[in-house]
């Protein structure tokens, strides 16, 4: 499952539910609007963290973050006694810590990466690369695969809402896109003239909603 678009949907989903409801007189859509709306945030922050435990730094925020939010919004504590805590300790992350978007390496044969409000950069030198799920919502995602070798039947998902991502890949790949652009777009610039015939396949299979996908060598 892309956590990207299992996310956006969920979310969508939720927000018409509510809406539906409060239609029908059954419940004040607005309150809940309003007590409850940080848990998008909390939540997105634990997909993100899960997805990429090596780039915990963004999510942990975004769980902080919330969780204050989500504390004041629903009148359990005070906005000065959460959020200041809360902000110090997130300069702190950023000064211990530095930067935020270092390239990480693996050698595992798929991978997996969510970025709400926040990008990674992910390399893989896998010699059986198998594909994997890239997802970006108010964020970015970039994929170097040019040190990888491809396994058969090899694809990723592409979820971007909002976001951009971008995929690297050695000269000599054909790369088939299947996109779903939704006010969104993708390039493939690596071209498909003179590949040989059994030249390593990647498939692409790209949702796009208000966002874009590159692929280039």
């Known amino acids: 499952m892309n956590w990207a678009r299992a996310f956006f949907g969920i ?29 998008v945030i909390l939540v997105g922050g634990i997909l993100a963290l899960a997805a990429n435990p090596r780039h915990w730094l963004v999510p942990v925020i975004l769980i902080l973050a919330g969780g204050a939010v989500l504390l004041r919004t629903t009148g359990v504590v005070d906005t000065v006694g959460v959020l200041l805590p809360v902000g110090l300790i997130v300069i702190g992350l950023l000064v211990i810590f530095g930067r935020l978007g270092s390239k990480t390496t693996t050698s595992d044969s798929f991978i997996n990466s969510f970025n709400l409000f926040s990008g990674s950069s992910l390399a893989s030198d896998s010699k059986h690369f198998e594909g994997g799920r890239i997802g970006a919502i108010f964020g970015g995602a970039e994929v170097d695969l040019r040190h990888a070798e491809l396994a058969p039947d090899a694809a990723l998902d592409v979820f971007t809402a ?33 590949l040989a ?3 390593p396949s990647l498939r692409i299979d790209a949702t796009m909603l208000f966002g874009g996908l590159e692929v280039k060598h």
């Open 11 to 39: 979310v969508i989903v939720s927000v018409g539910a509510v809406l539906l409801i409060g239609n029908l007189d059954m419940v004040d859509a607005g309150e809940i609007f309003r007590q409850w709306w940080p848990v």
């Open 197 to 199: 015939p059994d030249a």
């Open 162 to 194: 909002f976001g951009g991502v971008e995929i690297s890949v050695p000269r000599g790949w054909r790369v088939d896109i299947r996109g779903f652009p939704i006010f969104g777009g993708y390039e493939n610039a690596t071209g498909k003239d003179g």
